[in-house]
C-alpha cells in the first residue's frame, strides 16, 4: 500500500459513513448490541477524521484541535436559536420547525454572501437520489415550485416501504430497458436546476 493522502483515504471514509447509515437503519435505538455497533461505527468515521487532520497537520496545515474547535465555533454560529455568541445555551428556543429553518438558512447565506442560489454547496459526488432530494428540499426552502407528482400516473404511495417498491421497479424498468437509473437521474437535476444556483 503507498502513502497515505487525502485521496486514497476518502473511498474509506464514505465507506464509513455508510456503514454508520446503515448500523442506524437497521439497528433497534436503545438495544445493546445495536448501540455498542454504532458506537464502533462512529468510533471508525471519527478514526478516518483523525488520519486526516493528522495528514493535514504533517503538511503543517491543520492540527485535529483545529478541526474540533471551527466546529464548536461554527455550531454557536449557525445555531443562534440555541446558543448565545458566547457558546451558552439561549434561554428559549423557536417554536417552529420552520422558524429554526429560517434561521439556519440566514445564518448560512449571511457567511457565504458568494453563493449565488440556494442549489450551490450540494455535492456533485452525492448519489444521484440522495442529490435529487437535496435539489428538492432546497428549492422548496428558497420558495421555488417543486416538480412532484408531474408525471400524471406517478401512483400515490403511503408508506416508505411502498416507496422504496416504487423506486425499486423504477430502476429495474430502466435496466430491462438498458438505460443506467443514476445517471439518468443526474441528468434529469442538471436539466431542471441547471443555471438555478
Known amino acids: 500500500m503507498g502513502a497515505l493522502t487525502h485521496a486514497s483515504l476518502v473511498e474509506y471514509l464514505l465507506e464509513e459513513a455508510y456503514e454508520v447509515a446503515e448500523t442506524i437503519e437497521t439497528g433497534i ?14 468510533g471508525d468515521v471519527l478514526l ?16 485535529f484541535d483545529d478541526v ?9 454560529r449557525r445555531n443562534p436559536h440555541v446558543f448565545r455568541p458566547d457558546g451558552t445555551l439561549q434561554d428559549s428556543f423557536p417554536a417552529t420547525v420552520e422558524e429554526i429553518v429560517r434561521k439556519w438558512d ?13 442549489f450551490e454547496g450540494i455535492p456533485d459526488a452525492l448519489p444521484a437520489l440522495a442529490k435529487a432530494q437535496k435539489f428538492l428540499d432546497r428549492a422548496a426552502r428558497a420558495g421555488w415550485a417543486v416538480p412532484a407528482g408531474e408525471l400524471g400516473e406517478t401512483p400515490a404511495v403511503t408508506s416508505e416501504a411502498e ?3 416504487l ?17 439518468a437521474l443526474r441528468g434529469a437535476i442538471r436539466r431542471r436546476f441547471d443555471g438555478t444556483s
Request: glycine share 12%; charged share 35%; no cysteine.
Open 29 to 42: 435505538p436503545g438495544e445493546p448490541d445495536s448501540d455498542a455497533e454504532l458506537r464502533g461505527e462512529l
Open 48 to 63: 478516518q477524521v483523525v488520519l486526516h487532520a493528522r495528514l493535514a497537520e504533517e503538511r503543517g496545515s491543520f492540527k
Open 68 to 76: 474540533a474547535r471551527g466546529l464548536s465555533a461554527k455550531m454557536v
Open 106 to 118: 440566514a445564518v448560512k447565506s449571511a457567511e457565504r454572501p458568494e453563493r449565488r442560489g440556494p
Open 163 to 165: 416507496l422504496g417498491e
Open 167 to 183: 423506486l425499486l421497479a423504477v430502476v429495474g424498468s430502466a435496466r430491462e430497458q438498458g438505460f443506467d437509473a443514476e445517471r
